[in-house]
C-alpha cells in the first residue's frame, strides 16, 4: 500500500525557514517523479514544486521560485522540501504527492495528509 | 502560464441526480487533463487522468471528456458520498503545473 506522511510544519517568522519531509512507503521510491501542492486556509490547490524520480529535474511555481529547494534520499525514501524566506502567503497546507510516473510532467496519483505550515510574528 | 477556470463555483445537486462540471485552459493541453476529489479534512484523491480514464478507486458513475480546452467531469447519478469539491489539473505545461480553482458539489 502506498503512504505518504510528511512532517516538519509548524510556526515559523516571515524571512525564516522550515524543511518539509515526506517519507514514502509501498513502491519503489526512486522509480517516481514527486511533488509537493499546497493548499491555503479556505482556498483551492496550488502546485508547488516537483522532481523526477532521479531527482536530476526539478520544477518550481514562480511563486516559490529562489526561496524553496526541493530534493530526495532515495537511501531514506524521503522527499524534502526546503523553504527559505518565508512570507505570510506560504502559509498552508503542505501535501507530498506521488507522480504517476519516473517524470514530473504527469497527474498524483497518491497524496499524503499534509503536513501545516504558518508564517506569523 | 496556463490558467485553469471552473464553472460554476457551487453546483446544487439532488441525490440521483446528474452534476456537469466545466474546466476550461487558457491554451490547450491536449489531454493532459486530470480530474481530484476532496472532502473537507481530507487529501484530494486522483479521480481522472488523462482527460478521461478514471481511477481505479471510483465508480462508473463518474466519467470524464474533452481535449485541447474544454473539459466536464460528469456525475451521472449523485450519491451522498460524492459532495465535494472537485478540482481540474493540467500537467501539459512544466514547468508551471496548474490547477483550476474548484467546483463544490453541495445537496439541494
Known amino acids: ?53 532521479s531527482g536530476g529535474r526539478t520544477h518550481y511555481a514562480d511563486s516559490v521560485k529562489g526561496r524553496f529547494i526541493i530534493s530526495r534520499d532515495h537511501s531514506k525514501n524521503t522527499l524534502h522540501l526546503q523553504m527559505n ?35 506569523s510574528s | 502560464e496556463i490558467v485553469m477556470t471552473q464553472s460554476p463555483d457551487t453546483l446544487s445537486v439532488s441525490p440521483g441526480e446528474r452534476a456537469t462540471l466545466s474546466c476550461r485552459a487558457s491554451q490547450s493541453v491536449s489531454n493532459n487533463l486530470a480530474w481530484y476529489q476532496q472532502k473537507p479534512g481530507q487529501a484530494p484523491r486522483l479521480l481522472i487522468y488523462g482527460a478521461s480514464t478514471r481511477a481505479t478507486d471510483f465508480p462508473a458513475r463518474f466519467s470524464g471528456s474533452g481535449s485541447g480546452t474544454e473539459f466536464t467531469l460528469t456525475i451521472s447519478s449523485l450519491q451522498s458520498e460524492d459532495f465535494a469539491v472537485y478540482y481540474c489539473h493540467q500537467y501539459e505545461n512544466l514547468p508551471q503545473f496548474t490547477f483550476g480553482p474548484g467546483t463544490r458539489v453541495e445537496i439541494k
Open chain 1, 1 to 53: 500500500e502506498v503512504q505518504l506522511l510528511e512532517s516538519g510544519g509548524g510556526l515559523v517568522q516571515p524571512g525564516g525557514s522550515l524543511r518539509l519531509s515526506c517519507e514514502a512507503y509501498g513502491f519503489t521510491f526512486n522509480l517516481y517523479a514527486m511533488g509537493w501542492v499546497r493548499q491555503a486556509p479556505g482556498k483551492g490547490l496550488e502546485w508547488v514544486s516537483s522532481v523526477s524520480g
Open chain 1, 85 to 119: 524566506g518565508l512570507r505570510g502567503d506560504d502559509t498552508a497546507l503542505y501535501y507530498c504527492a506521488r507522480g504517476s510516473g519516473y517524470s514530473p510532467d504527469s497527474w498524483f496519483d497518491y497524496w499524503g495528509q499534509g503536513t501545516l505550515v504558518t508564517v
